[in-house]
Nanobody, 123 residues
């Protein structure tokens, strides 16, 4: 059974860093594009970053602060988040779709989702 599990969330002060992990089981990440999304209370889910065979893409709000990477040997995708701001607070989800070379940050384009991990940026 295809499954995605996020980890690495937590409470951090503004300016701090976190690294989120998205571990896959039941399928090989090599053939999938992976996206990271976040959802704050009362707001719609928004795309943060994605990675595919075409490279990586970032939302304007996180460019220069977040880095997405993948370790195919560990079947895991990471999201390194630096210089965190209160606006980055939310539940972070990873999602997967078969890799067609696209770099999309639209939630509806992804087929498989993890359960989410909470990130809170507050002093």
């Amino acid at each position: 059974q295809l499954q995605l599990v996020e980890s690495g969330g937590g409470l951090v002060q503004p300016g701090g860093s976190l690294r989120l992990s998205c571990a896959a089981s039941g399928f090989t990440l090599d053939y999938y594009a992976i996206g990271w999304f976040r959802q704050a209370p009362g707001k719609e889910r928004e795309g943060v970053s994605c990675i595919s065979s075409s490279g990586a893409r970032y939302a304007d709000s996180v460019k220069g602060r977040f880095t997405i990477s993948r370790d195919n040997a560990k079947n895991t995708v990471y999201l390194q988040m630096n210089n965190l701001k209160p606006m980055d607070t939310g539940v972070y989800y990873c999602a997967a779709v078969k890799d067609l070379g696209w770099l999309v940050l639209t939630a509806g384009q992804y087929d498989y989702w993890g359960q989410g991990t909470q990130v809170t940026v507050s002093s």
